[in-house]
C-alpha cells in the first residue's frame, strides 16, 4: 500500500505560524503562509519538516507543542506519534487524516517518508555536485566529504525499498499520483544529475525556488527537428569561423571560442527569446576569448570588416590611436528571423583588464532603460566572464553589490562564465577557495545553471530559462559553461608546460561540432550529405568575403551608439566650433533658487538646515553673492529647468561629505519621509537622480561612465568621498575615460568630482592626485596653441580646478553646450565651500557670462603699476587664497596673482597675454602639492614653450615656489603642515633684493 501523507504534510504546515522565519541549511528565510492543497513532498514542505526536526533534535522546545509530541513517540515507536494542535483539527477530514489521527500510520511508514523527503531534499540541494558537467572528466565539483553519499539511497536506508510506493504530487513525476520509489529515484536522477546542475537551494524566496523546480523537475519536451538542424547550422558557423581565420592567420592572436562553441547557438537563442519577453536592447560586456565570434556570429559584425582588420586596412582618421580587434565593440540592429522583431545590440568596448567592462555595462543598461519610460523589461544587460576573473576579480562583486539598489538596479543580468576550468596557467585550486568559480553569485540569490558545454541542446536550455527567469523576476542569473580551452591562452601559446595531461585530453577529444554532428546523423535528423553541403556554402562565403575585405572599407558609424552619431566630431566642420555663453537669465536664478531655499510644510528640518535655507532664502531676495553650493545647485537646476537630466552619485553625495549640498532634505520626525529641492522645477524641467552609493569607487565610477555613454543630452557626475579615494577606479579612469575616444571612438562627458586641498587633514585626505591625470592629458608640452576651442576638441579630457562658484557654475554647464563631449575632472573645494572670499556675485551667472580658463589679476593697487610688478605667481586651487591673504598682511603689491582655472588642455594663450602683462616681472609657478606631485610636472614644460611666445619673458626660465618631494601626498601632523605653509609663503614673497630680517 501507498504510504499516506497527505493529511500529516497538511498537519505540519499549520504547526507553523504564517510569515514565521524558519531556520533551513543555516540560512534564516522569511516564509509565505503554508498552502493546505500542497503534498507533503513539495519543495517547501520538504523544508519545514526537515528543519523543524533538526531544531527538535538540538533544542525539543524550540518546536510547536504538537511537532514535540510528535517526534518524541515517533522516535519511541509509539503509533500514535501526531497530535494535531486543537485549531487544525477542528477543520480535518478524509481518510488519511482519520487514519493518522487513529495512529494507523506506524513509525517505519513516517520515517520512510521523512528519509524519502530528505533524498528529495538532497538532489534539490546537492544534486548538481555529481552531474555529467566536463567534457573533459576531470572538473570534480564539490568534493567536500559526505556531500556526494546524500544523493545514494544507501545513505537513507532505502536501499532494499526500490519497489515501495509513495503517494507524491510533485512535478518530477509530472503530477499527483503513487509511484515506486525506483522510478522517483530514476526521474531524481533525470533532472539533476545529467548535463545540468542546477544550484539554486540558496537562493531564500521560495517561489523562486519552486518557479524552478517546476522547470526542472518537470519532464522536459525534446527540441524540434527543425530547431535542432539551426542549432547545428550555427554551430558549423562558430566552429567554422575559428577555423577559417586559423588557415588564414594562424600566427595572429585571436582568442578564439575554441572549445566553448556552443556558446554561440546559445546567445542567439538569448537573443531571439528576449525579444519574445519584449527586449528591445541588449547590451554585452565580454572578455577576449570568443569575442570575434560572438561580434559575427551574433551581432552580425561583417566578415569583411574583420577581415579587413586583420589585413590593416584601416586608414588612420581622427578616430584616435585605435585597439586591438578583439578589444572593439559594436552598436548594430539585427532582425530576428523567427519573430520578426529588431533589436538594438550594443556590445561595449573593453581593455585587457578582465571584468573591468562589468559595471560600465550595468550603467549603460539602467540608462538605456530610464530613457525607455524606467522598464527594465526593456533592456537586458548580459556579461561574458572568464572562470578565474569571475572569481578572482574584486570588481565582480562592487557590480553585483549594486543588484537591489534602487538607483542601480538593472532589473538583473545574465552572467555567462565560459569556464575553461583554467587561468592563464593557474589550474582552479589555485584560483580561488570555492568549489565554482560561480560561488560568489550566491551572495545575490542568484541561480547558477551549470551546463556542460559539449551538450549544446542543454546549454541552449539554460539560456532559455535564464532569461525566463530574468524577465520574471528582474534579478541576475549565471550560466557556468564548462568547457575547455583548446588552445592556451591565445593561439601561440603553449598550454603543455603547465597543464601536461589536460592538452593531452584535449588534443584527443572531439570538437563540439562532431559531437553534436554524430548525435543528429544518428538520430536521422540530418545527413552526412546534408552536413557536407553547409560546410562548403559556408567556406565559399567566408572565401566571398575574405576576397571582398581587400578593398572594403567599414560604415564610419557602425561602432557607435545612436544616440551619439549626431555628436560625432568628424562630422563637425571647424567654423561650427563656438565657446558659447553658458550664463542663464534672472528668472532662471529665481525660480531655481526657490526651490533650493524652500521645504515644504509636512517636513520638518534640522534645525542648523533650517539656518541654512534661510541664508540660502536671504541670499537670492537680495541678490548677494552666492557660496559654492549655490553655484553647484544652480548649476543642475539650471540645467533641468531647460529640460534636460542629470545624474549625480557617489558615496554620501546627497548630503555632501562637508555637509553643503542637502539636495536630499530628511524629516525629523518621520522616518522616510524625504524632499528633493531640484525635483520641483515645474512642469517640462529634466529627471534629478541623485543617490548615495554603497562603498564603491571601481564598480560606482564604471557603472556612471557607462550611463553617460547612453546619451549626450544629460549631465551624469560622480563625486569622490575625498579625492585621493579615487584611486581604487584607476583602471575606469586609465583605461576607459582617458583613452576611450582615443582606442574605440567613444564619447562620454562625465564629470569627476575630486575633493583636493592641503588642509592639515593628512595624507589620505589631502591630494585627489591631480599629476595622475594632468600626466595622461595628451596635449603637446612643446606646441604653443593659439586656438583654444580647437584645442578642446582635440584633447582627450579637461582638468579644472575652479576657485569661484562661478566658474564652478559655467565649467558644469558647459558640459552640456558644446556640439562634442569631453570627460570633465574638477578639483572640487573643502575649505571654499565656506571660506569668505570664495564668493560670486549673481551677476557672473547672468547672460553673457561663461568658463573662465584663467582669472586674471584683479587688485586694483597692483594693476596700476604694472611695471613695478616684480614676481608674477601663477597658481591654481585653494592656495590662491592663501597667497591672497599673504599678499595683503604683507602689503605686497608687486607681485601679481593669476589663476590657471583650467589646467589642462593649457591655456597657453591666455599665459601669454596676462604674463606680457607684466614685463618686468620674474615668472613662477606655486602649488600646495609637494614638488613632484600637482600641477608643477605638467606646468612647466608647457609655461616654457608659453614664455617663448612672449613679447617680454623669452628668455626666462619659470621657477617653482611649493612643498619638497615627497613619497607621501601630505604631512600627517598638523604642525608640521603649518610649518610647511608659512615657508611656501616665504618663499612666494621673498624679495632678493630686501635683506634677510626684513
Known amino acids: 500500500m501507498a504510504a499516506s501523507v497527505g493529511a500529516l504534510a497538511r498537519s505540519l504546515r499549520r504547526c507553523v505560524a504564517p510569515g514565521r522565519h524558519v531556520r533551513m541549511a543555516s540560512t534564516t528565510v522569511s516564509t509565505p503562509p503554508p498552502l493546505p492543497q500542497e503534498s507533503f513532498l513539495s519543495g517547501t514542505n520538504v523544508a519545514y519538516l526537515e528543519a523543524l526536526y533538526e531544531d527538535w533534535e538540538k533544542d525539543p522546545d524550540s518546536v510547536h507543542p504538537s511537532m514535540r509530541v510528535y517526534f518524541e513517540n515517533a522516535k519511541k515507536g509509539n503509533p500514535h506519534s501526531y497530535v494535531s494542535p486543537p485549531e487544525v483539527l477542528s477543520v480535518r477530514s478524509g481518510a488519511r487524516s482519520a487514519a493518522l489521527s487513529s495512529g494507523t500510520v506506524d513509525k517505519a511508514e513516517i520515517l520512510d517518508n521523512m528519509q524519502l523527503v530528505r533524498l528529495m531534499r538532497a538532489y534539490q540541494s546537492v544534486g548538481h555536485t555529481s552531474a555529467d558537467l566536463d567534457p573533459l572528466g576531470i572538473f570534480e565539483g564539490d568534493t567536500t566529504p559526505g556531500v556526494r553519499e546524500q544523493l545514494t539511497l544507501e545513505h537513507y536506508g532505502l536501499e532494499d525499498k526500490l519497489d515501495k510506493e509513495f503517494a507524491l504530487d510533485s512535478p518530477l513525476m509530472g503530477g499527483k499520483g503513487v509511484y515506486k520509489l525506483r522510478d522517483i529515484h530514476e526521474r531524481l536522477k533525470e533532472s539533476y544529475q545529467r548535463t545540468i546542475g542546477w544550484d539554486f537551494m540558496h537562493i531564500q524566496e521560495i517561489d523562486k525556488c519552486n518557479w524552478l523546480r517546476e522547470r526542472i523537475e518537470s519532464p522536459q519536451v525534446a527540441y524540434s527537428e527543425d530547431v535542432r538542424r539551426v542549432l547545428m547550422v550555427e554551430l558549423i558557423k562558430a566552429n567554422g569561423f575559428e577555423q577559417f581565420l586559423a588557415k588564414k592567420y594562424g600566427s595572429e592572436k585571436r582568442f578564439g571560442v575554441d572549445g566553448c562553441e556552443s556558446l554561440i547557438p546559445g546567445m542567439n537563442r538569448m537573443v531571439e ?12 560586456g565580454m572578455p577576449h576569448r570568443g569575442r570575434l565570434n560572438v561580434l559575427h556570429n551574433v551581432m552580425k559584425k561583417p566578415m569583411q570588416t574583420i577581415f579587413s582588420e586583420f589585413m590593416g586596412n584601416a586608414e588612420p582618421d581622427d578616430h584616435g590611436s585605435g585597439d586591438v580587434k578583439y578589444h572593439l565593440g559594436l552598436s548594430t540592429d539585427v532582425e530576428i528571423a523567427s519573430t520578426g522583431k529588431a533589436v538594438h545590440l550594443e556590445l561595449l568596448a573593453n581593455p585587457s583588464h578582465l571584468e573591468a567592462v562589468n559595471p560600465v555595462v550595468a550603467g549603460r543598461a539602467r540608462a538605456e532603460q530610464f530613457f525607455r519610460g524606467n522598464k527594465p523589461e526593456s533592456v537586458l544587460p548580459v556579461l561574458l566572464h572568464g572562470d578565474a576573473a569571475f572569481s578572482g576579480q574584486g570588481v565582480v562583486y562592487e557590480t553585483m553589490g549594486m543588484t537591489d539598489l534602487s538607483h542601480y538596479s538593472t532589473g538583473g543580468m545574465i552572467h555567462i562564465v565560459v569556464n575553461n576550468q583554467i587561468g592563464f596557467t593557474t589550474d582552479p585550486r589555485n584560483s580561488r577557495s570555492t568549489p565554482y568559480c560561480t560561488d560568489i553569485a550566491k551572495s545575490v540569490g542568484a541561480p547558477i545553471l551549470h551546463v556542460n558545454g559539449d551538450d549544446v541542446e542543454a546549454v541552449v536550455r539554460c539560456f532559455d530559462i535564464a532569461v525566463d527567469w530574468r524577465q520574471h523576476f528582474k534579478t541576475d542569473v549565471v550560466i557556468d559553461i564548462v568547457c575547455y580551452r583548446r588552445h592556451g591562452h591565445n593561439e601561440g601559446d603553449n598550454p603543455s608546460f603547465t597543464q601536461p595531461l589536460m592538452y593531452q585530453q584535449i588534443a584527443a577529444h572531439p570538437r563540439t561540432r562532431d559531437i553534436y554532428a554524430q548525435q543528429l546523423v544518428d538520430a536521422g535528423v540530418v545527413t552526412q550529405t546534408w552536413l557536407d553541403e553547409h ?27 545612436r544616440s551619439w552619431r549626431e555628436n560625432r566630431l568628424r562630422h563637425l566642420p ?30 520638518t528640518v534640522h534645525p542648523a538646515l533650517s539656518r541654512l535655507l534661510k541664508a540660502r532664502k536671504n541670499v537670492f531676495e537680495s541678490d548677494s553673492d552666492i557660496d559654492w553650493a549655490v553655484g553647484e545647485s544652480l548649476a543642475y537646476g539650471s540645467i533641468l529647468a531647460e529640460g534636460m537630466n542629470v545624474r549625480l552619485s557617489g558615496q554620501d553625495v546627497e548630503r555632501g561629505t562637508f555637509s553643503h549640498r542637502h539636495h536630499v532634505i530628511h524629516c525629523q520626525v518621520t522616518d522616510g519621509l524625504l524632499h528633493y529641492p531640484l525635483d520641483h522645477l515645474g512642469e517640462g524641467s529634466g529627471n534629478y537622480s541623485v543617490s548615495n552609493s ?25 563625486e569622490a568621498q575625498f579625492g585621493d579615494f579615487a584611486n581604487t577606479a584607476q583602471c575606469i579612469i586609465d583605461q576607459f575615460l582617458a583613452a576611450g575616444e582615443a582606442k574605440w571612438g567613444r564619447q562620454s562627458g562625465l564629470v569627476l568630482l575630486l575633493p583636493h586641498g592641503y588642509e592639515g587633514m593628512g595624507p589620505e585626505h589631502s591630494s585627489a592626485r591631480l599629476e595622475r591625470f594632468l600626466q595622461m592629458s595628451n596635449d603637446d608640452e612643446d606646441v604653443f596653441v593659439a586656438d583654444s576651442l580647437q584645442q578642446l576638441v582635440k584633447c582627450n579630457w579637461q582638468v579644472v580646478n575652479p576657485t569661484t562658484p562661478a566658474n564652478m557654475f559655467h565649467v558644469l554647464r558647459r558640459q552640456l553646450y558644446r556640439p562634442y563631449r569631453k570627460p570633465l575632472v574638477v578639483m572640487t573645494p573643502k575649505s571654499l565651500l565656506r571660506h569668505p572670499l570664495a564668493k560670486s556675485p549673481m551677476a557672473d551667472l547672468l547672460e553673457g557670462t561663461s568658463f573662465q580658463r584663467v582669472l586674471p589679476e584683479t587688485d586694483s593697487d597692483v594693476l596700476e603699476a604694472k611695471d613695478g610688478v616684480r614676481r608674477l605667481i601663477l597658481c591654481s586651487g585653494k592656495v590662491y587664497y592663501e597667497l591672497l591673504h599673504e599678499r595683503r598682511e604683507r602689503g605686497a603689491n608687486d607681485v601679481a596673482l593669476v589663476r590657471l582655472e583650467q589646467i589642462s588642455p593649457f591655456p597657453f594663450d591666455l599665459v601669454q597675454q596676462y604674463a606680457d602683462e607684466f614685463p618686468n616681472a620674474e615668472i613662477v609657478f606655486a602649488q600646495e602639492e609637494p614638488r613632484n606631485m600637482g600641477a608643477w610636472s605638467y606646468v612647466a614644460p608647457r609655461l616654457e614653450t608659453t614664455l617663448r611666445e612672449t613679447k617680454h619673458h623669452k628668455e626666462s626660465t619659470p621657477l617653482y615656489i611649493g612643498r619638497k618631494p615627497s613619497a607621501s601626498t601630505a604631512a600627517g601632523d598638523k604642525t608640521i603642515h603649518k610649518r610647511e605653509l608659512t615657508k611656501l609663503m616665504n618663499d612666494a614673497f621673498h624679495d632678493p633684493k630686501q635683506p634677510e630680517d626684513a
Not at 545 to 555: C, G, I, R, V
Open 535 to 561: 560546410e562548403e556554402a559556408m567556406t565559399k562565403t567566408f572565401d566571398k568575403a575574405f576576397n571582398e575585405a581587400k578593398e572594403y572599407t567599414p560604415a564610419a558609424d557602425d561602432e557607435l551608439g
Open 574 to 603: 571647424d567654423q561650427n566650433l563656438a565657446e558659447n555663453d553658458t550664463g542663464v537669465t534672472r528668472e532662471v536664478i529665481a525660480k531655481v533658487g526657490e526651490a533650493i531655499s524652500n521645504v515644504p510644510d509636512n517636513i
Open 694 to 718: 554603497h562603498l564603491s569607487e571601481f564598480g560606482v565610477l564604471g557603472f556612471e561612465l557607462g550611463y553617460s555613454m547612453a546619451g549626450a543630452n544629460q549631465l551624469v557626475l560622480w
Open 273 to 284: 527569446h528576449s525579444t519574445e519577453l519584449g527586449v528591445e536592447v541588449v547590451v554585452l
